[in-house]
């Protein structure tokens, strides 16, 4: 039995005002959603001397990049729990309790008590509390992810993509560049590792007060509108027995033999994506202390420019996937990162000067972002409403954990710093591989967010 979700009746109208709410809601949800993970990253070396202290410094950094990876596997449980639900209640309800809660557990992490306070118990909370937060960002993902690309017209979906996917990612790590160099200023040297650190992640309460201020106001996507009227209609026509037909269980669905395949495939895409995302963007920071030796005020500023490049060039690229394609955008973009990633990451070290440091920098964060800002919409495209939050979450948060572990496999392999750029090279070439073969395999999809229907 079939059931065309989507094309019983008309998309429900929907005006201007609660399209741009929509889009800038998804951008902003995802941004803040990165901006407090990416506190970790610009932290790393201070939290790895306090919470996982060893005498190796690549060991302890391995093991801060080991608890930001932990995050990173819970977020598939969080798109099975909040996809699910905004599958079946809506995409608002999910978006505003996952914002919410990844705010609020990242300013716990400021008040937490370092191992020279409490000993081992300090590392054991500081894993649990990454292990509840990485619930909320999974959730984060299944909602903002969705109702952006939902509510907007076709020609303008691959835009979309790329703005609250990498975007989204960009400005959420322009946020957190500039809380840095904030944070910088205000405590300078020794008093950083005191209490600038902490003052980072308290900063997450910002977020969630932000969140919920501008998600209480939106509007549910118009797919997602259409889908409940659809449901709530036949179980009126049918005594309430129809309401089966739809999907009982997205989760459920999203894993049978119809759509396990579709998963499976995705997650070629996701993980070169996110792979290359982390080993970029995500690994900047630390190499530029810890490689370039860039100083404090340089190294923010370059991410502050770095970012604002993210933001550009991932619209750009999803923008360019309207034009020649999902598919195309994907297998030129991954032919681009396959020789140029590696190459970047060689000359870096050999830089004479912070400007040509600062260049290499934005050439790397640029081409780590174009990879995945047609993901989202192409995620979209692959899944009908009914299970299009979780399908679209799963798919992008399994890709992105595998992709998140990446910098402490990196970490672990590289003993010395000095190791770092060859051993860089070597990952983002591997992954760049495997990012084209899912271009390749994966079929066209632009156009089909409308027409998909459940298989059964």
């Not at 941004?31 to 993970?37: E, M, Y």
């Not at 009982?248 to 997650?267: A, C, E, G, H, Q």
């Not at 923008?319 to 020649?324: D, K, R």
């Not at 070290?349 to 600062?358: C, H, K, L, N, Y």
Request: glycine fraction near 10%; proline fraction near 4%.
């Amino acid at each position: 039995m079939s059931v065309a979700a989507q094309n019983g009746a008309a998309v429900p109208a929907i005006d201007q005002r609660q399209v741009m709410g929509a889009v800038f809601a998804s951008c902003l949800g995802w941004a803040l959603d990165l901006f407090d993970l990416f506190v970790l990253l610009y932290v790393a070396p201070v939290v790895g001397r306090l919470f996982f202290p060893s005498e190796h410094a690549m060991l302890s950094l391995a093991a801060v990049y080991a608890s930001f990876a932990v995050t990173l596997l819970m977020r598939p449980l969080g798109s099975a729990l909040f996809g699910s639900y905004a599958d079946r209640h809506g995409r608002k309800g999910a978006m505003i309790i996952a914002v919410v809660g990844v705010g609020l557990s990242t300013a716990a992490f400021g008040a937490l008590p370092t191992v020279h306070q409490v000993g081992l118990a300090a590392p054991v909370i500081f894993l649990a509390l990454r292990l509840v937060q990485g619930v909320f960002v999974g959730g984060v993902v299944a909602s903002t992810h969705t109702i952006g690309t939902e509510s907007v017209a076709p020609k303008y979906r691959g835009a979309v993509s790329g703005l609250i996917g990498g975007g989204g990612a960009g400005m959420g790590a322009l946020l957190a560049s500039l809380t840095y160099l904030v944070m910088s200023s205000l405590f300078p040297g020794a008093a950083f590792e005191t209490w600038g650190w902490r003052c980072m992640f308290f900063t997450g309460i910002i977020s969630s007060v932000l969140g919920l201020f501008v998600f209480n106001s939106l509007e549910e996507s118009p797919l997602w509108k259409k889908l409940a009227a659809e449901k709530a209609a036949k179980a009126a026509a049918q005594n309430h027995n129809a309401s089966a037909e739809i999907v009982r269980s997205p989760l459920k669905t999203l894993f049978s033999r119809d759509y396990r395949s579709i998963l499976f495939v995705n997650l070629l895409l996701t993980i070169g994506g996110g792979s290359g995302y982390y080993l970029t963007s995500g690994y900047l920071p630390t190499f530029l202390k810890v490689v370039s030796h860039a100083p404090d005020g340089a190294t923010a500023a370059i991410l502050v420019i770095c970012s604002v490049t993210v933001v550009i060039v991932s619209v750009a690229a999803g923008h360019l996937s309207t034009f020649i394609g999902r598919k195309a955008a994907f297998v030129w973009i991954g032919l681009i990162r396959l020789v140029a990633l590696p190459g970047i990451f060689l000359l870096l070290p050999t830089a004479q000067s912070v400007t040509m440091v600062g260049v290499y920098a934005v050439v790397l964060s640029a081409l780590g972002s174009a990879g995945y800002a047609p993901i989202l919409i192409f995620l979209n495209e692959r899944f009908p409403t009914a299970i299009r939050a979780t399908g679209t979450g799963l798919s992008w948060n399994i890709g992105f954990a595998i992709g998140g572990m990446m910098p402490t496999f990196v970490s672990l392999v590289a003993r010395e710093t000095s190791q770092l750029p060859v051993t860089l090279a070597i990952f983002v070439g591997a992954i760049s591989v495997i990012f084209l073969i899912g271009a390749f395999i994966v079929p066209e999809t632009r156009g089909r967010l409308e027409h998909a229907a459940l298989r059964h």
